[in-house]
């Protein structure tokens, strides 16, 4: 038989006392205060270990982690296109296999992570993530959403809500909610069409011993995986930088957000609240929706009702297109 | 052992990579240059050849699975033609800036629109300033030779810089020659195994291309162009070694067809050399004086080794397989670095540029007859124009009344 190229079992968490310390997401960056995703890449670093190699493509995580000379990763880490992730992923994962098959290289696998934005994973990137994933690479693909182009100054994504102020969706006289349009469902572009991905799962900073064992769960398969990681962003969602946590708590208990798992077909939901609270209650506090009249919250109420009768899934929402629209 | 065998340049191409041990192979596919692909893909399936075969969803894809997997540490190869070429340029700088030494097979192919299967060298000349070497081979086994010796020059930790191994579509492609196929450990003398110096690899971390801020911009940049004055120096020496070891006779820069006593010649690059040469036979029996020069390598651009075979003759044409719309010259693109190459010698060839087999078509032997009368004239005049769209403008037509 042929070697085992990964036989690791990373453990799953009970407590953040049980986290290791050891940090391989170092100072050196320059992200914002209160920064989401920096906050991501510290608790994925410390799921994964030193074992691993960690793929930037352009973005925040690129641009504000990294400056020649003073880069805060202590694993390899390698800048990637905004369009290539998977891509770049795919090429290192092939090499690792057969140069471990060749016994060129003596180790195991390393972890291969790609830590890729909203638009690097399902706009620009979509395609090569996609095939990173149709193809089964040993790889896991993270989508740290912080809900816009964030990097090039906070522009609407696929990844945008309805209603976002961006600065290209501004309100105006003509287009009064900013943004028309409804968000793409990240996990369902993976979850519905790759037969060699088993595991999709979706994580907040508000629960970081969670986020943490999804990401070890995600790596202990031998195949590709998809991790959802909701990150909010200061800058861009124009909220109090000490508030990042609270945010992403809101999100959760307003049902913006849901944490949950895809393991081979079956759905298991996290922290789901016994009510949800209105919508209303996590948007307040970000000024990007401070325009929005209670029409629009109200359509995004009803948006929110429909999915949260089975997140995860492809269901039906109450939402017309542009052309629709009369 | 060494084998004599009748392949057309994608199956050399697709057997130089299995020669030189290729690892990690990322195919997509566009004609002509799938045929190298479809070969890789039987020797992978069939065992002959250890390499993870990845099928990309996209030229761009390609092109990044290739500098991953060489990131990482393999030696890979992809391959392309015509607008996926072009599809991919995103990628060709990060390769290069990344100091990745993978190899990319082109054979080429005219570009949209006119939809067109054609060769031209147009696709991938728009990617020359990229920092990848590039040159062109004439005959299948040339694209083999090249193959194996592009790895050796780009790995070399002196260099460390990816490669275009471009071969005309069709015209090599797609026509068999009888060739050379070496024996296996003979290659692996030639090439050692890839080692790279700073690979993606968690005993050993490494960051490759963080950010850097305006003021640090030239001192990076400086380095790629630095590997490019190392670079002849190291072609000199692979091309010498085998020559050597396989019994070759490859000039590294310039191949010279006639040229020491020529007063005039056709300077070009690729499988157009062939019928040059037929035309030159013909021409010397008329009694005309006439040589021709090939380009083997347009990356590096061998200055010095141009100066010093075209400085030999009165009038130079380019003969041009690529477009430079609006261009210097109104031509195509040789000519340009061509003029400036001679510009600094004293005494110094009239250049002008011929624009032919554009879309793939045939350069014919009237054509060079009619380029060869061109240029005996501009030695008479003392002048030329700085570009002749072959048969569509008058002092062509004329030639051949
Ligand atoms: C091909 C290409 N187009 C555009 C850009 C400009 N660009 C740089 S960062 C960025 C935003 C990335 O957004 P996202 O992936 O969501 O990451 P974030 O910045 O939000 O963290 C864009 C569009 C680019 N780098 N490459
Ligand atoms: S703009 Fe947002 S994502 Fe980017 S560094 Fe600032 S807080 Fe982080
Ligand atoms: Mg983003």
Known sequence: MAKEVKTQNLEMAKSLRQVTQDEWYVPGHRTCQGCGPALVYKLVSKATGPNSIFLGPTGCMYVANTSYLCAPFAYPWMHTQITNGGAVASGIEAAYQVLIRKGKYKGELPNIVVMAGDGGAIDIGLQAMSAMMYRGHDALFIMYDNESYANTGIQTSPATPYGANTTFTPPGKAVPEGKVLFPKDAPQLVIGAHPAVHYVATASVAYPVD??????????????????????????????????VEIAKLAIQTGMWVNYEWEKGEYTYQHTPKEYKPVKEYMKHQYRFNHLTDAHLAKMQAFIDAKLKAPGKPIAVPVQGPREQA | MAKEVFYSGCAAAAYGAKDARVEVISSYPIRPYTGIMMELSKLVANGELDAEFVHGEGEHAQVSIAYGASAAGARAYTGSSGVGVAYAMECYSPAAGGRLPCQMAIADRALDPPGDFGSEHTDVMGARDQGWIMGWAESPQEVYDNTIMYYRIGEDHRVQLPQFCCQDGYFVSHIPGRMKLEDQKAVDEFLPPYNPPHPLDPNRPVNHGPQIFPDQGSAINVQRAVAFDEIESVIEEVVKDYNKQFGRKYSPFVDEYMMDDAEIAFFLQGAHARTARFAVNHLRKQGVKVGVARLRFMRPFPTKAIQESLSKVKAVGTVE?????????????????????????????????????????????????AMAKVLSDAVKTGKANDSYWMNFEKEVLDTHK
């Not at chain 2, 040789?334 to 078509?361: C, N, Q, W």
Request: proline letters at 6%; hydrophobic letters at 35%.
């Open chain 1, 211 to 244: 986020l943490i064992n999804k990401v070890r769960k995600a790596l202990n398969y031998k195949g590709p995986a998809f991790l959802h990681l909701h990150a909010p962003c200061p800058k861009g969602w124009l909220f109090d930088a000490a508030k990042t």
């Open chain 2, 321 to 369: 397989t690529s477009t430079s719309y609006g261009g210097q010259s109104r031509g195509g693109n040789i000519i340009h670095e061509t003029r400036s190459a001679l510009y600094p010698l004293d005494k110094r060839p009239i250049v002008t540029s011929f624009m032919a087999g554009l879309g793939g078509e045939i350069v014919t032997l009237n054509e060079f007859y």
